[in-house]
Structures are given as structure tokens and as C-alpha cells.
T-cell receptor, first 116, second 113 residues
Framework: EAGVAQSPRYKIIEKRQSVAFWCNPISGHATLYWYQQILGQGPKLLIQ????????DSQLPKDRFSAERLKGVDSTLKIQPAKLEDSAVYLC??????????????FGQGTRLTVV | AQTVTQSQPEMSVQEAETVTLSCTYDTSESDYYLFWYKQPPSRQMILVIR??????QNATENRFSVNFQKAAKSFSLKISDSQLGDAAMYFC??????????FGDGTTLTVKP
């Protein structure tokens, strides 16, 4: 079974530029998560999708971050414009379901973003 | 809001010895899940063990076991017969029944040969 795929693995941009990350979840997984992991901290949930609908985006800085999950499969996370404090690893995860028993999340390898 | 606290930023253990990583959490809910994840330097987060709050029996997975104390809101991870490959950052995570997760800030485990 293929895992969660993310690209790119690394990205360096200047502040005020825009950047996009891509995630392909495990086939058949209805729930997709984007996390931000700042160095030395645990992952913080940015947004959770159930199929192509948003379940939780309460911690997403909506003035600069946006995410979409077209057709309930792949997802993209965009930052525009980027700030220095956005430097972090962005993790994508998926689970069979978002609630109840099938909530084990499988993580991708992440994208390390450096804003200079 | 739920919070997860890992009070040990770093721990070390001698190979073949046993180590326990601590985790406490705060919640007002009665049904939830708890997880321990391992994150090696390659960054990919891997599930180590999970515990359903409604189960009184502590979960075990080979050399990994938990001590779940629901009343005390404590969820510690015990690694027996530590191996060099166990070296990683370990995250404790709380998940609501609806699927919202909160992670602790992690414990870096070093295994000494």
C-alpha cells in the first residue's frame, strides 16, 4: 500500500513570495489533514478535510493560508504572502475516516519550508 | 480546549534497558483516543501505539506498552529492551471522537550503545 505522498520535500523562498505544497493521501482515505510543525514543537493542525469538505480550519491563518481538496483526493496548501514565521515543516496526513474507530492517521514525509 | 504536556524534552537510555516517557493531558470529554507517535530524523511520523479511553486494559505492542491512568489524565509510554533504532522524537497525541488531534511538544529519546 502506497503511503502519503508530499511534494516538494524542501522549499526556500523569500518573504512575501507565495508557495504551494501538494499532498496525495492513501487511496480510499476520506480524511486529510495539514499540520504545521515548527522546529522543537509538536505538529499543529491547520486544516482537516472530510472528502472535499472542510471539517476544521479554526487554526488556519486565513489571511495568508488557503487549502483545497478537489474531488476529495489530492490537496494543496498555499501560503501567500509568506512570512519569516512560516518557516516550518508542513505535514500531510490521512485517515480512513475522521471520527470513531478509524482515525489512525498516516503521515507523509513533510515539506520543509524556509522563508528568508 | 485540549492540551497535551510532555514534561521531558529529552531522555536517554542505555541499549537493552527500559525507559518511560511521560504524557499528561487535559480534557473534559469521556470518549477519546490517545496515541504515541515516533518521528525519526527522516521526519516521517509513525504510529507506535494507541489507546481507546473506554478501554481499561493498557495497550501493548511488542516492546512498547502504555500506562493509561484515565482519572489522572496520564498516558506514559514504556519502551523495553531499548534498541538503537528507537532513537527518535516521540510525540503524545490526544484525539477527540470527532477526529481533532492535539500533539505534545515531544520528547527526544537518545539510545546509548
Amino acid at each position: 500500500e502506497a503511503g502519503v505522498a508530499q511534494s516538494p520535500r524542501y522549499k526556500i523562498i523569500e518573504k512575501r513570495q507565495s508557495v504551494a505544497f501538494w499532498c496525495n493521501p492513501i487511496s480510499g482515505h476520506a480524511t486529510l489533514y495539514w499540520y504545521q510543525q515548527i522546529l522543537g514543537q509538536g505538529p499543529k493542525l491547520l486544516i482537516q478535510f472530510q472528502n472535499n469538505g472542510v471539517v476544521d480550519d479554526s487554526q488556519l491563518p486565513k489571511d495568508r493560508f488557503s487549502a483545497e481538496r478537489l474531488k476529495g483526493v489530492d490537496s494543496t496548501l498555499k501560503i501567500q504572502p509568506a512570512k519569516l514565521e512560516d518557516s516550518a515543516v508542513y505535514l500531510c496526513a490521512s485517515s480512513l475516516d475522521g471520527a470513531g474507530l478509524n482515525t489512525e492517521a498516516f503521515f507523509g514525509q513533510g515539506t520543509r519550508l524556509t522563508v528568508v | 480546549a485540549q492540551t497535551v504536556t510532555q514534561s521531558q524534552p529529552e531522555m536517554s537510555v542505555q541499549e537493552a534497558e527500559t525507559v518511560t516517557l511521560s504524557c499528561t493531558y487535559d480534557t473534559s470529554e469521556s470518549d477519546y483516543y490517545l496515541f504515541w507517535y515516533k518521528q525519526p530524523p527522516s521526519r516521517q511520523m509513525i504510529l507506535v501505539i494507541r489507546q481507546e479511553a473506554y478501554k481499561q486494559q493498557n495497550a501493548t505492542e511488542n516492546r512498547f506498552s502504555v500506562n493509561f491512568q484515565k482519572a489522572a489524565k496520564s498516558f506514559s509510554l514504556k519502551i523495553s529492551d531499548s534498541q538503537l533504532g528507537d532513537a527518535a522524537m516521540y510525540f503524545c497525541a490526544y484525539r477527540t471522537w470527532a477526529g481533532k488531534s492535539t500533539f505534545g511538544d515531544g520528547t527526544t529519546l537518545t539510545v546509548k550503545p
